[in-house]
């Protein structure tokens, strides 16, 4: 029962957030294009100030050194299903505009919304220092996987789109990564979390200058942090409205195939094999709640800004990421409580 109620504490606000956006959808309050332009503030300012916000929480940049298996076997393990994913959407895909719709729904999770707050749900058996430590495990993944899934997803969505009849070059591509937002916030937190171990501390060890006083400090937020932080909050409800006044019923026949492929796959296949291989090389319990955010959860509903913004099947992503997010309050609870019988959690 504690498993279903984690994970229903965890999925429950997301559909309802959904739902809200398609009840005002119906009501018609905004004209249709409405919906179009919150995705872009979402992907543009929102998203970008969330992901900066979880880097920059990180109190050191050394803690990225001390789980680095984790974090080998976390890249390694993208990469590994992002390349069988790109095989299976060449095979069983037709239309170029959904198979990277689709190769980013295989590979993809929304580790960055849901992930966190789902660590701790699950760490919460743990003793304090472990929960501490598993959500620094967290943490210090999200500052890999965060970029790397954005990186893979701007590849995904650009190598199969025609350009005035052509395929997108390299170079094309790689500029499309250079300037995605997400992908320049991720970068600027790192940048900033390194340069903030550069600074000087007082005589009580606090630094002199910080945007954030961490509450071990005993101090309060900045100004400038408390904006980042205001603005951050709003990433997530915005994005999961938005998606939800873009949602469509009629959609879902059309797309049955596609929705089953991309679903199944993402919340069954890609965690089930992706904890295997966990438990397989040894990972010690601390590291599963990280694992089971990391590749359990529905893909991230930055997908559906971001296909619109690169030219992919906006519809189908926002299809993808509703029957994910459905789909998975059932499969996380079943992984959860078969995970917590063998002792992985």
């Given at each position: 029962m504690d498993s279903l109620l984690f994970t229903l504490n965890a999925v429950l606000p997301i559909i309802i957030c959904i739902v809200v956006g398609y009840v005002v959808k119906l009501l018609k309050i905004f004209p249709d294009n409405f919906w179009?332009?919150?995705?872009?503030?979402?992907?543009?300012?929102?998203?970008?100030?969330?992901?900066f916000k979880n880097i920059y929480d990180i109190k050191d940049i050394t803690m990225l050194g001390d789980y680095w298996q984790a974090i080998l076997f976390s890249v390694v393990t993208i990469l590994v299903i992002f390349i069988i994913g790109l095989g299976i959407v060449i095979v069983l895909i037709k239309d170029d505009k959904q198979k990277g719709v689709v190769l980013q729904c295989i590979f993809r999770s929304n580790f960055a919304i849901?992930?966190?707050?789902?660590?701790e749900l699950l760490a919460q058996g743990f003793s304090s220092s472990d929960i501490t430590m598993a959500k620094g495990i967290g943490a210090c993944l999200s500052a890999v996987s965060i970029p790397l899934f954005n990186i893979l997803a701007i590849?995904?969505?650009?190598i199969f789109i025609k350009e005035e009849g052509k395929r997108t070059e390299p170079k094309t591509v790689l500029l499309k990564i250079a300037k995605n937002p997400l992908i320049i916030a991720v970068l600027l937190g790192i940048i900033v979390l390194a340069f903030r171990t550069l600074i000087p501390l007082d005589d009580l060890g606090n630094?002199?200058?910080?945007?954030r006083y961490f509450n071990d400090y005993g101090g309060n937020d900045s100004f400038i942090y408390t904006t980042i932080k205001y603005l951050a909050q709003a990433a997530t409800p915005v994005a999961l409205v938005a998606l939800g006044g873009g949602f469509t019923f009629s959609a879902v026949k059309k797309l049955r195939y596609q929705i089953i492929l991309g679903t199944s796959i993402r919340v069954v296949a890609?965690?089930?094999?992706?904890?295997?291989?966990?438990?397989?090389?040894?990972f010690d319990k601390i590291y599963f709640p990280t694992f089971i955010a990391l590749f359990g959860t529905p893909v991230a509903v930055s997908s559906v800004p971001m296909s619109q913004e690169l030219g992919g099947d906006s519809e189908l992503a926002g299809q993808l990421v509703v029957f994910t997010t459905i789909t998975s309050a059932f499969t996380l609870f079943i992984i959860i409580l078969v995970s917590k019988s063998i002792g992985l959690l």
């Open positions: 179009g332009i919150l995705n872009k503030l979402c992907f543009r300012v929102f998203l970008p100030l969330l992901l849901i992930g966190i707050g789902l660590i590849i995904s969505l650009s630094p002199v200058f910080t945007f890609v965690p089930v094999l992706a904890l295997l291989f966990a438990w397989i090389f040894k």
